[in-house]
């Protein structure tokens, strides 16, 4: 499946949020990462998270399609990390 995760923890977090999510998927923006996964990574990634966050202060969502190309992707300004070989 292919996933975007984007999240939104307090700055003390952020860190460790970013480099728990660099072992899944590929950052592509402040707060953002996409890329395939298989649902056990998936559920891998969620219980890392869980660790990490504070619950009632922080939130990350996850959007889930069955394929990456379903999506479009238009960028507007300067692309952070290149995600040519994503979509």
């Known amino acids: 499946m292919y996933v975007i995760m984007v999240y939104d923890v307090g700055e003390e977090r952020v860190g460790k949020v ?4 660099r072992k899944y998927l ?3 923006q402040n707060s953002v990462f996409e ?5 056990s990574k998936l559920e891998k990634l969620k219980t890392e998270l869980k660790k990490i966050i504070e619950p009632e ?6 959007f889930k399609l069955r394929e990456a190309y379903l999506t479009k992707k238009e960028i ?4 952070k ?3 040519s070989n994503i979509i």
Do not use: A
Request: aromatic residues 8%.
């Open 18 to 21: 970013l480099k728990t999510g």
């Open 26 to 28: 590929t950052w592509i």
């Open 35 to 39: 890329g395939q996964i298989t649902e």
């Open 57 to 62: 202060k922080d939130s990350i969502i996850f």
């Open 76 to 79: 507007i300004g300067r692309e």
């Open 81 to 83: 990390n290149d995600t």
